[in-house]
């Protein structure tokens, strides 16, 4: 049974060029789309999805904020945070506030999917485009904050948190 996508994004273009992509990949089904923060929430809780990407700057709620509404009522729903941002400060806030992943927007299609894949898997992405310093603070962030014991595993696609029992087998 296919993976259910919901894609917010304020961009049409770019909604309908992400749901042609994904819609090569038979494991992936994009059940909807949002061009806002609530209507993402509004789609989420009638949808159930198992997977939201989620730009971050958008109107009526951004991203961020609809992610932590998101997570509080369905923490087992897991976002991708797709955006242009690469600022520490946004990769902090974005993963406090419970996003599983956070890609850049000028990733290749191959990371875009290995992102996914990784956070339907339950780890946590982070864009190999993404600043170490940020990861490392994001990384110290989520051990604080979430009291979650993760690890830092570099590869030439991108970079993962894994929980602890992950990396022990």
């Given at each position: 049974m296919p993976k259910k996508i919901?894609?917010?994004d304020d961009f049409p273009v770019f909604r309908e060029g992400l749901k042609a992509?994904?819609?090569?990949?038979?494991?992936?089904?994009?059940?909807?789309?949002?061009?806002?923060?609530?209507?993402a929430v509004i789609q989420t809780n009638l949808l159930r999805p198992d997977l939201i990407l989620m730009d971050l700057v958008m109107p009526v709620i951004n991203g961020i904020d609809a992610t932590r509404s998101i997570k509080q009522l369905?923490?087992?729903?897991?976002?991708?945070?797709l955006t242009e941002q690469k600022s520490n400060e946004q990769l902090m806030t974005t993963m406090a506030a419970g996003a599983d992943g956070y890609i850049l927007k000028?990733?290749?299609t191959t990371s875009l999917l290995t992102a996914i894949e990784c956070v339907l898997n339950g780890d946590v992405y982070i864009s190999s485009g993404v600043d170490d310093k940020a990861v490392?603070?994001?990384q110290a962030n989520a051990e604080h904050t979430n009291n979650r014991s993760l690890w830092l595993?570099?590869?030439s696609r991108g970079r993962k948190f894994l929980s602890e029992s992950d990396k022990k087998t």
């Open positions: 919901l894609i917010v992509l994904l819609s090569h990949v038979p494991s992936l089904e994009v059940i909807g789309e949002a061009e806002n923060g609530e209507i369905n923490s087992d729903i897991k976002v991708l945070a000028q990733d290749t490392s603070e994001s595993k570099s590869t």
